[in-house]
């Protein structure tokens, strides 16, 4: 089992940054491939980004492509969220996940055994 804990969030204005941290509690970080997704309220939870075991495989959502930037150093067992240009819309809870395959990047929820508790991303206009 591996444990999650993300940081990073805030409150930003519209077009600025910010960059999330997952950090992961297992020296086996690098057999997982991980996942950002995050849950508006109201909303259900949706993909916002993958990333294989070595970080040369990745995958993101439409809503976030050109802007947010997934990577990993498996040397400190932590996964980042690089998120530009940021916009209200990208306001809600922002949550690492894991599962204990390397391959391939998936994009589905329920095929991530492990989650963090979240950190919060308001976007304000």
């Known amino acids: 089992q591996v444990q999650l804990v993300e940081s990073g969030g805030g409150l930003v204005q519209a077009g600025g940054s910010l960059r999330l941290s997952c950090a992961a509690s297992?020296?086996?970080?690098?057999?997982?491939?991980m996942g950002w997704f995050r849950q508006a309220p109201g909303k259900e939870r949706e993909f916002v980004a993958a990333i294989n075991w070595s970080g040369g495989s990745t995958a993101y959502a439409d809503s976030v492509k050109g802007r947010f930037t997934i990577s990993r150093d498996n040397a400190k067992n932590t996964l980042y969220l690089q998120m530009n240009s940021l916009k209200p819309e990208d306001t809600a809870v922002y949550y690492c996940a894991a599962r204990p395959i390397k391959e391939p990047v998936v994009t589905g929820y329920m095929s991530y055994n492990y989650w963090g508790q979240g950190t919060q991303v308001t976007v304000s206009s």
């Open positions: 297992r020296r086996t970080f690098s057999t997982y491939s």
